[in-house]
């Protein structure tokens, strides 16, 4: 079993920045390849970014040059930074453990998810 737990989250006007951190206990973190995914109200859940074990990431295309994720092994830790934000960024946004090996964008392949975050960004 894995915990997951999602901080960073809150409101920040269009053009800012926030950095998301997800907290992993309950097993050995830098074995799982990580997800980042985000739900607006009224939308599917939605890929954002993910990176493996070797710090190899993937992005959408929504949030390629805006957003960076990283992880800290150490401290059993990933992190979403994201600039640049826009109004459309808002959602709930969740981290997640991936089942497989690889950076999957597919909300099925991933088994652990945290509780999420919310990000409100104001025009």
């Known amino acids: 079993q894995v915990q997951l737990v999602e901080s960073g989250g809150g409101l920040v006007q269009a053009g800012g920045s926030l950095r998301l951190s997800c907290a992993a206990s309950g097993r050995t973190f830098s074995n799982d390849n990580m997800g980042w995914f985000r739900q607006a109200p009224g939308k599917e859940r939605e890929f954002v970014a993910a990176?493996?074990?070797?710090?190899?990431?993937r992005y959408a295309d929504s949030a390629k040059a805006r957003f960076t994720v990283s992880r800290d092994n150490a401290k059993n830790t990933v992190y979403l930074q994201m600039n640049s934000l826009k109004p459309e960024d808002t959602a709930v946004y969740y981290c997640a453990t991936s089942r497989f090996a690889g950076l999957s964008s597919l909300v099925r392949d991933y088994i652990y998810w945290g509780q999420g975050t919310q990000v409100t960004v104001s025009s």
């Open positions: 990176i493996t074990l070797s710090s190899d990431t």
